[in-house]
């Protein structure tokens, strides 16, 4: 179970100016934001809505000095918010829940964000998914489905994968990548497919003439 994140939060730097037009506390937009997204709410009118028509039960642990925070507060202020910084807080608050990774599954994969579509192209992210708590544990985007090759490495840098079983596609299926996983004391299971076709060829025959003798009588 997730432990309460207020503590976690309440460390990251503010991104306004202490001027008089700062009405809400950074804690509270962050819980409110938080707290929608959890819920469901996909946009920043509909997190104002969600807070106003639960007010009194976010005063129960939120201070709320000014009432809620308008949809162009929330967006405005969690949009200038340190993105490192922030991943950082989410990635600690997570592991507090599941501080060890030693039996879990951890799933590498990479989607193309819906709706995402501009004029620098889609946002893809490229995520580490631990399948049996059913939580992401990291994310970086990347620019497209060829560069998660190089995003992967930095992204497994990210946890203590320590005990647990890594499996990534077959755009992970590298030497490298697998060595990676052993040194920092994981499993892994690589998709295989007929690119590289050598690489297939070779294990496809090893299955068909060699692994059958591996069987017990």
Known sequence: MLPNPQPYFAHLPDPRRETKNKLHKLGDIVMIV???VLSGIEDWVGMETFAEEREEWFRGFLELPNGIPSHDT???VMGRLNPTAFRQTCLEWVEAALP?????HVAIDGKTLRGSRG???PVHLLSAFASQ???VLAQC???GKSNEIKAIPKLLEMLDLEGATVT???IGCQKTLAEQ???QGADYVLALKDNPPQLHEDVRLWLDTQAGRLSPP
Do not use: T
């Open 34 to 36: 938080l707290c929608a």
């Open 74 to 76: 929330l967006s405005d």
């Open 100 to 104: 060890s990774l030693a039996g879990q």
């Open 119 to 121: 004029r620098e192209g």
């Open 133 to 135: 708590a059913r939580w």
């Open 141 to 143: 985007a990347v620019e």
């Open 168 to 170: 990534v596609d077959a």
């Open 181 to 183: 996983i052993i040194e």
